[in-house]
Structure formats: C-alpha cells, structure tokens
C-alpha cells in the first residue's frame, strides 16, 4: 500500500500503511483522537481539512524556495502578501468554525482531537523561517492560539 515511498507505518499487527494523511488518521483513531461518533469524526476531519486548505493554499502561492520561474523578488512579494493577507485571511475563518464547534483550548468537543494535532502543526511545527510570519499572521486567533499553547504545554 505504500508505492514504495515514505512515509510509512507498520502497525502491531504487520499492516504497512502509507500516505501521512492515512497514517494521520490512522494513529488518531487508535489513540482516541477522533471523538465518539461518526459525526464526531467527520466534524474533527473537516477542522483538520480546513488546516490542510492553508498549507496547500502556501504551496499554490509559490514563494518557497524550492518554487521555480520566479524572481527572488516577486517569492518576496508572494510571501509577504501571503502572511500578512492571505494566511490570516484563511485562519480567521477556521477561527469562526472551531468557536462554534470547540471549548476553550480545543477545536472541537472538550477534549483532544486530531484537530488540535494538526492546528498546532499548522502553527507551531512549521518551517523555523516560516516560525515568526505564521504567528503575526495567527496574532489575532486567539482561540486557534489558545489551542497550539495547551497542546504544546501537553495538558
């Protein structure tokens, strides 16, 4: 199942699994990140989806490095119209959702989900040179804010 690329996880009972988002989702059903329901679970997906919306919407953009047929000033442009326009843009809507769909600290219900996983991904774990604009950029949500800190602080 893996296509011979990475990454891949092979579960205590010899499945190999590949693909990071299956592997994601995976890890988070066994470890009880998905809430009790279906609904639950599509809910905590969506969020997560949402998530996954701005860094594929980063990559679109085409300011990383790795982008091709751009000048190191029109990267520079893209990038700054990007975390100071667009990025918060997009976090202000996921902001909405999870005030409506979470509690204080976490995207949805009142407990740890794989949202919260992936909002402190999205906001924390991302690039180091990246570290600084994502948070200005996030400076306003203080709900998805609120969500990174407590998962970082492991309580």
Not at 3 to 32: C, D, H, M, W
Not at 50 to 72: E, L, N, P, Q
Request: contains cysteine.
């Amino acid at each position: 199942m893996n296509l011979n690329r990475a990454p891949v996880l092979i579960t205590p009972s010899g499945a190999t699994i590949g693909q990071s988002k299956a592997i994601e989702r995976y890890l988070s059903r066994r470890f009880g990140l998905v809430g009790e329901t279906p609904e639950d679970e599509a809910m905590i997906d969506c969020i997560a989806e949402h998530c996954r919306d701005v860094k594929d919407a980063a990559m679109r953009k085409g300011f990383s490095r790795f982008a091709k047929g751009k000048t190191d000033e029109e990267k520079a442009e893209l990038r700054k119209e990007w975390f100071e326009s667009d990025m918060p843009e997009m976090l202000g809507k996921i902001e909405a959702v999870i005030k409506e769909t979470g509690s204080e600290g976490y995207a949805y219900g009142s407990s740890t989900s794989y949202a919260d996983v992936v909002i402190w991904a999205l906001l924390r774990d991302c690039m180091a040179a990246d570290l600084e604009d994502t948070a200005k950029a996030a400076e306003k949500c203080t709900a998805l804010n609120a969500i990174a800190d407590k998962l970082a602080a492991n309580d």
